[in-house]
């Protein structure tokens, strides 16, 4: 017998009626010599299956990341809970029967899990069950946690950013980040300062090459330029800066 049964004594020699769980450690009024035999139903006693179900998870969150979402979650503080199982849909959140089950956390110890592989933009609801260890299970009600994965990671900035002044222009040249979700470069100029996001100042040029000269500038004046790479979403690398003042003749 195990601690998920509880043993209901129907008759004993005071004619009280009892209810003793073999999980508890007060067996004070309780003596039967034949506590834990495999016949003590023929003794007038009978098994009673533990029927409810442990207290729900009591935090769970969901956190999305590029192409990802990262669970954590706490213990209901159940004596015979075995562990929590986690399921997953695309259309709303997940019952015991439906969506996919993703985690069965009862050899965990971080209580987090990474749902890797998911798709950009795309909401992901989740179900969290706890359940105990009596014969089949028996599962708590749901807590809930949804989240959208994004890319909010930008390239990295473009290396070696240089201006140098002409007659009547600015060559520009730089290198491109490695990144894969590399896309291209945003090119500002401004004659007050360093433009210091990808919409400030002027719009000078956007491409995915490593130089380019910008012409029709007016000799003896300084001009400032900020480029930023960035990727598909688009997300927008800091800035590379340079300035150069094209000389009078």
């Not at 073999?22 to 139903?41: E, K, M, R, S, W």
């Not at 965990?108 to 890797?116: E, G, K, M, S």
Request: include cysteine.
């Amino acid at each position: 017998m195990t601690a998920d049964h509880l043993v209901q004594k129907t008759e004993w020699s005071n004619g009280n009626h009892v209810i003793v769980n073999f999980g508890d450690t007060d067996y004070t009024d309780y003596t039967d010599p034949d506590y834990g035999n495999a016949t003590i139903p023929s003794h007038g006693y009978e098994m009673l299956p533990d029927t409810t179900g442990p207290a729900p998870v009591p935090t769970f969150t969901a956190t999305a990341g590029d192409t990802q979402v990262t669970l954590t979650w706490t213990h209901p503080p159940d004596g015979d809970l075995v562990g929590v199982k986690i399921r997953r849909s695309t259309n709303t959140y997940p019952t015991l029967t439906t969506g996919t089950e993703i985690h069965d956390d009862k050899e965990d110890v971080d209580l987090t899990y990474v749902d890797t592989g998911r798709e950009n933009g795309r909401t992901y609801y989740y179900s969290a069950f706890a359940y105990d260890g009596a014969g089949t299970s028996n599962y708590s009600t749901s807590t809930t946690a949804s989240a959208t994965p994004a890319d909010v990671t930008p390239p990295a900035p473009v290396t070696g950013f240089t201006a140098t002044g002409g007659n009547h222009k600015v060559d520009l040249s730089w290198t491109n980040p490695s990144d894969s979700d590399f896309v291209e470069v945003e090119i500002r100029r401004s004659t007050q300062g360093f433009p210091a996001t990808p919409t400030s100042g002027n719009h000078v040029y956007n491409c995915a090459c490593q130089s380019y000269q910008d012409t029709g500038r007016t000799n003896g004046t300084t001009y400032y330029y900020s480029i930023f790479a960035r990727d598909e979403v688009p997300n927008y690398s800091t800035a590379a800066t340079d300035s150069a003042t094209p000389p009078n003749p």
